[in-house]
């Protein structure tokens, strides 16, 4: 890795060191100062990625596998029906009428989840906006926006329950990498990675 492309997203992990003023063969060079990245530190980052990425992978493979077996079933029926003219109902009784009492209608919401929305826009410059959402069933939240080393920059309190959305505003933040984390009756629910770049 190059330190100063490194810099802009783990400025944490960069150091200055100076090599010292040196003479060879009768030319005299001048001291030089040059970035220094340490690689010890950057360990648990990248593992954690390599987890991250391997999650997501093992989503994008069900989602894979559902999708397939969708255009199969699809596939199949559509057989079926050039076959026969048309497709017999569940039951086999022939007809592609469906009865009453078969009607189900389903409602769905997600009111009662604990959601935390990745910042948007990401990477930015100097404003972003989270929105998450922390049922009323529970008694207490927090967002903890944190750098890439633990170290905490804000604790904000998520007082009213429900849908919320966070304003936040980092003009004076150095460029780099952070991470923030919802915490709800003490437990950790998800954590997501934002970007300051000017």
């Known amino acids: 890795l190059i330190a100063q492309d490194a810099q802009t997203v783990v400025p944490a992990l960069i150091n200055t060191a100076v090599h010292p003023a040196s003479k060879v063969g009768g030319t005299n060079y001048p001291a030089q100062s040059y970035l220094t990245l340490e690689y010890m530190q950057l360990i648990p980052i990248l593992v954690k990625a390599v987890q991250q990425l391997s999650t997501k992978n093992n ?44 009607l189900l209608n389903v409602d769905l919401s997600d009111k009662d989840v604990i959601v935390l929305d990745q910042n948007v826009p990401n990477p930015f410059a100097e ?55 919802l915490i709800v009756d003490g437990k950790i629910i998800d954590t997501k990675k934002m970007v300051k770049q000017n």
């Open 59 to 102: 989503t994008q493979d069900s989602l894979i596998q559902i999708l397939t077996n969708n255009i199969n079933a699809c596939c199949h029926n559509n057989h079926n029906d050039d076959d026969h003219g048309h497709r017999d109902a569940p039951g086999g009784t022939g007809s592609n009428t469906v009865t009453p009492g078969n």
């Open 127 to 181: 404003q972003c906006t989270i929105t998450y959402n922390v049922p009323e069933q529970y008694k207490f939240a927090q967002i903890i926006f944190k750098t890439v080393d633990g170290k905490i920059i804000k604790t904000v309190d998520v007082n009213k329950k429900g849908r919320g959305q966070l304003n936040v505003f980092a003009a004076d933040l150095s460029n780099g990498l952070y991470m923030y984390t």
